[in-house]
């Protein structure tokens, strides 16, 4: 499989651009009642279907990112796409459903925060008779039942692409750990958000599984420091974890788009303590390579910016008629995170993520064109290897 290059001067205008791809209204209705038996009829125009994005923001490292792929896709299918920056607050995430529903979009792709939002964002599309996938996320089934049995029973609701978050935060403590890191920071962003929280759950996972294995070489962990997601919570974040702990050998700005992250990094940096401390994050930045040379990152996972290009796609079907029969199930899409801790780590994720998008044009027609269970292999299949392998077809 041959890759599409494109000049990193480009990419770079794409991951910062701004504006929010609006367009007219067209295809299913938006805002009819609905009767649980009823079908949506099916769109064979491509030029009539509109896909709403509720995201928390187009325009930050990763959601740039994301849009970046989402759009590509869009103009390789012929469809229009609506964004709406939400910002991970509750009423907006909820709003957002009830914006695109009204615009016209026959189905909703969303990066929600907890769990209770997806109860609204599911009652709002049965109403309208609008399609509905999660990415970045998934709904507990164990903590959030009742919501999970809505989104099951629900005959719009298709299904969550998302990571193992857990295993995420335990790989990147490891790799701390692995350097002789002993005392972490931790900054966290939203509170509740069910991406944090699992994230959470691993990084101390981590330690304790280091300290029973380690008695008398034990490592801790800070209680989290709240930097939302902007560049100055994080900057706040981190001077806070250093003032508190003059012996902090390392800090985990946790997500959050990835805005956290250079504002830690910035207060790091500002502080003189680059050599002392090691900093690990989820989100890859656009300077990672340079980072991992100079120090001043010790490692990331990420370039799961596909995510949404996999719901993107679940939806897209839906509309066309491809992908039906949703009520009574919930599609699980487990999607692997790429991880690197040297800069020759990141040469490798540069060359098939960034110098070019992951897919061409005419692979993103035949991704569209896959069935579910081949589209959640697609999903799976993501990693430097299997790049490097199609790269050579």
């Known amino acids: 499989m041959k890759f599409k290059r494109i000049a990193k001067s480009l990419l770079a205008i794409g991951l910062s651009a701004a504006m929010l791809v609006g367009c007219g209204s067209g295809g299913a209705a938006s805002s009819g009642k609905k009767s649980s038996g009823s079908a949506t009829p099916t769109v064979t125009d491509n030029s009539k279907i509109k896909i709403g994005v509720s995201i928390w923001s187009s325009t930050d490292v990763l959601g740039s990112q994301c849009k970046l792929i989402i759009d590509e896709a869009a103009k390789a299918l012929g469809v229009k796409v609506q964004y709406v920056d939400q910002g991970h607050v509750s009423e907006k995430v909820t709003a957002s459903v009830e914006q695109l529903c009204a615009a016209g979009c026959q189905g909703i792709i969303i990066c929600n925060s907890s769990d209770s939002e997806m109860a609204s964002a599911i009652k709002t599309c049965n109403q309208n008779k609008v399609y509905l996938a999660q990415f970045f996320r998934i709904i507990s089934k164990d903590n959030s039942a009742d919501i999970y049995k809505a989104a099951t029973e629900s005959p719009y609701y298709i299904g969550a692409v998302h990571e193992d978050e857990v295993a995420n935060g335990e790989q990147l403590v490891k790799i701390l750990l692995d350097k002789g890191d002993r005392d972490i920071g931790l900054i966290g962003w939203e509170q509740g958000d069910a991406t944090w929280l699992g994230r959470y759950e691993g990084y101390k996972k981590g330690v304790e599984d280091w300290n029973k294995d380690n008695p008398d070489d034990k490592a801790k962990l800070s209680e989290p420091q709240y930097a939302g997601t902007s560049s100055e919570g994080g900057a706040k974040a981190a001077n806070a974890l250093m003032q508190a702990d003059q012996n902090l050998d390392a800090i985990i700005p946790a997500g959050g788009g990835g805005d956290p992250l250079q504002g830690a990094l910035s207060a790091i940096e500002s502080a003189r303590k680059t050599k002392d401390i090691d900093v ?36 897209y079907n839906a509309i066309k008629g491809n992908y039906k029969d949703f009520a009574g199930k919930f599609e699980d899409v487990p999607f692997p995170y790429l991880y690197v801790s040297s800069a020759d780590d990141y040469k490798e994720y540069e060359k098939y993520f960034v110098d070019s998008l992951p897919y061409t044009d005419d692979e993103l027609v035949k991704m569209s064109e896959e069935s579910l269970d081949d589209l959640k292999k697609t999903a799976a299949s993501v990693s430097i290897e299997d790049a490097k392998t199609r790269a050579g077809k």
């Open 280 to 315: 690990v994050s989820t989100d890859f930045l656009p300077d990672l390579g340079d980072r991992l040379a100079n120090g001043t990152m010790a490692g990331e996972s990420g370039g799961h910016y596909c995510d949404p290009l996999i719901a993107f796609m679940m939806v």
